[in-house]
């Protein structure tokens, strides 16, 4: 066997060896190029597919709630009161129920500010016998001296929702104060009825008093005599849910069960909303309004006439993606050049009160939800 002579045996020169690092190099880096774009295509969707399940959670429970929205509430009747009462008291503070609607749906209109949001309360009960008016037996002084506040006997055997229940107490004065029952017994005058009491009560963050104490009441000017037609409407379990925004988050807040805030979904910048309204006697949506006093008319505080119009709410949700964009030439972001829009024709979105607004990928979900429980009971 030959063998070569040991001056012919070798391996690679420095040459080869520079060539094939050259070579190694160059596919690294384009191995590398993929690699750091497919991953950064996959931030992107993996951080859109996340916005876009904030803001369809977000917008479900919001539609959810504003079609409750009039459930269990007397409305013909109790939208018709020039004056409504309510009490809240938790322990460290007390007054009004906060931000307390008076009807099914309201919008509070956060303006066009920089940053600027709407917030919707929503308002209904948990009583089939809502619209049900349980006529009372005697007249109604609610805050006799030195005693809690008055008993009340409706007529009607019914034991209203029991113990823990919200009713409105009203007359044809025009005024309605909501009550909570806290005793049910017999009546021993008329035992086919039953007494009702609605006394105050120390309040905790647990457990809030809705029953307002007599001094209150004479402080704050209450109307407190119901002798024209004195009666009850039953609404069992009361929720009143309200949805801001803030901070980049929904949150929503219910004064009748807890006042905390509940996150509902994150990386939310803007909630819009827009009242539908029909002309006068009708029941189709003809106008989208905002909440406000304009030209349109008086849309922050409709009268009764005007709110019998609101048959119906559009409303948007806008949310961006939590991943931030790298900036691009001159360390400019250009991810969103242009705000994002709620419909056509609808409110503008400003996202300028973030210096860095540019650097996210933004989605808009919006729908319209009819208030059915208005619409079924044929308020025009």
């Known amino acids: 066997m030959r063998t070569l002579p040991a001056s012919r045996q070798h391996g690679f020169g420095l040459v080869e060896l520079m060539v094939g690092m050259v070579i190694g190099l160059v596919v690294s880096a384009v191995i590398y190029q993929v690699i750091s774009t497919f991953e950064g295509v996959k931030r992107s969707t993996t951080s859109a597919a996340g916005a876009q399940i904030d803001a369809a959670f977000g917008l479900s429970a919001i539609e959810r709630d504003v079609r409750a929205a009039g459930w269990g509430m007397p409305s013909a009747d109790i939208i018709r009161c020039n004056a409504y009462q309510t009490y809240h008291d938790d322990g460290t503070a007390f007054g009004p129920v906060p931000g307390f609607p008076q009807t099914p749906l309201r919008i509070i209109d956060g303006g066009n500010a920089a940053g600027a949001s709407d917030t919707i309360t929503v308002l209904w009960a948990s009583s089939v016998r809502a619209n049900v008016a349980n006529l009372l037996l005697q007249n109604v002084q609610t805050n006799p001296p030195a005693t809690p506040m008055a008993e009340l006997q409706p007529t009607s055997a019914v034991e209203v929702s029991g113990i823990g229940g919200f009713a409105w107490l009203t007359d044809d004065s025009g005024v309605c104060t ?3 029952v806290t005793d049910s017994v017999v ?3 008329v035992p086919t009825t039953v007494v009702l009491s609605h006394a105050p009560a120390t309040g905790t963050a647990a457990m809030p008093n809705y029953n307002a104490t007599g001094a209150y009441m004479s402080g704050q000017g209450w109307h407190t005599n119901y002798n024209q037609n004195p009666r009850l409407y039953d609404l069992g379990a009361l929720t009143q849910r309200i949805y801001r925004v803030s901070n980049g988050t929904l949150q929503s807040q219910d004064w009748f069960s807890s006042s905390a805030l509940i996150d509902v979904a994150t990386n939310v910048v803007a909630l819009k909303a827009r009242y539908g309204v029909s002309d006068a006697g009708g029941q189709n949506v ?17 009268s009764l ?3 019998k119009r609101i048959k119906a709410i559009r409303l948007a ?3 961006r993606s ?3 964009e790298r900036p691009g030439a001159g360390g400019v972001c250009a991810v969103t050049t242009t705000p994002p829009a709620t419909w056509p024709g609808g409110p503008a979105i400003d996202l300028s009160n973030d210096p860095d607004w540019q650097c996210y990928r933004y989605r808009v979900f919006e729908t319209v939800v009819p208030l059915r429980n208005v619409l079924w009971a044929n308020l025009t």
């Open 187 to 189: 009546n021993a005058v």
């Open 322 to 324: 939590p991943l931030r």
């Open 178 to 180: 909501l009550v909570r």
């Open 305 to 307: 006439a005007d709110f």
């Open 317 to 319: 949700v806008v949310v």
């Open 286 to 302: 003809t106008a989208w309004v905002r909440a406000v006093n304009g030209a349109s008319g008086n849309w922050a505080t409709p």
